[in-house]
């Protein structure tokens, strides 16, 4: 089955600075991968994903990420931290097959110093 | 218009008793989920129905019932609540099960048993 583990429960930058979220993959078939923001009291939002086209995906407000099979990894960057970045952020994975549906991470919450 | 919608918000209630969340997408897609989310913020799926029909129903109390009297609804009952059952509850569509289509989630409905 497939899984995701996220390194760092808790990542704190400056504002302006570069945000690094990592995750790495499990999976046991070619996996499609996501990654999620959460607001405060909101639900999560789509941020981007993986589906084995381009290995560096584009997302919304900025937000970048890798997929590097060698190192089963899909960090998550953006170059210049923003106060409003400040946010949970999952990483999650789904197989091609479909039998195992979306998998999250523990999440990492990001906090933004001004 | 929002694409995913719960209802309600907040639900407090008293242990013993018997609640249900409702949940409608009109986006049109096949699939639609409930996840639960703790205190902790970790996100474990509970169910998926793809066009009416249960796909996953993972290893949940059979207190917890899935119902999806069409494909934009799903509702949840929740039978004997107990205090673990406590969380933030969202439910989420996507256009297919398969293919790498990522989720649209509802604002998630909070859950407190006492």
């Known amino acids: 089955a497939q899984s995701v583990t996220q390194l760092g429960s808790h990542v704190s930058v400056s504002e302006g600075a570069l945000v690094l979220l990592r995750c790495n993959y499990s999976?046991?078939?070619?996996?499609?991968l996501f990654w999620y923001v959460q607001y405060p009291n909101q639900g999560l939002q789509l941020l981007l994903k993986?589906?084995?086209?381009?290995?560096l995906v584009k997302g919304i407000n900025g937000f970048e990420a890798e997929f590097k099979k060698s190192e089963t990894s899909f960090h998550l960057t953006k170059p210049s931290a923003h106060m409003s970045d400040a946010a949970e952020y999952f990483c999650?994975?789904?197989?091609?097959?479909?039998?195992?549906?979306?998998?999250f991470g523990a999440g990492t919450r990001l906090t933004v110093k001004p | 218009d929002t694409a995913v919608s719960q209802t309600p918000k907040y639900l407090v209630t008293q242990m013993g008793n018997d609640k249900s969340i409702k949940c409608e997408q009109n986006?049109?897609?096949?699939?639609m989920y409930w996840y639960k989310q703790d205190s902790k913020k970790f996100l474990k799926i509970m169910f998926s129905?793809?066009?009416?029909?249960?796909?996953i129903n993972e290893t949940v109390p059979n207190r917890f019932s899935p119902k999806s009297p069409d494909k934009a609804h799903l509702n949840l009952h929740i039978n004997s609540l107990e205090l673990g059952d406590s969380a933030v509850y969202f439910c989420?569509?996507?256009?297919?099960?398969?293919?790498?289509?990522?989720?649209?989630f509802g604002s998630g409905t909070r859950l407190t048993v006492v």
């Open positions: 989420a569509s996507s256009q297919k099960r398969t293919g790498g289509y990522g989720y649209t």
């Open positions: 999976s046991s078939v070619p996996p499609y």
């Open positions: 999650a994975v789904s197989d091609l097959t479909g039998h195992n549906d979306m998998r």
């Open positions: 993986y589906t084995s086209a381009a290995t």
């Open positions: 129905y793809n066009n009416k029909e249960l796909i």
């Open positions: 986006l049109g897609h096949d699939t």
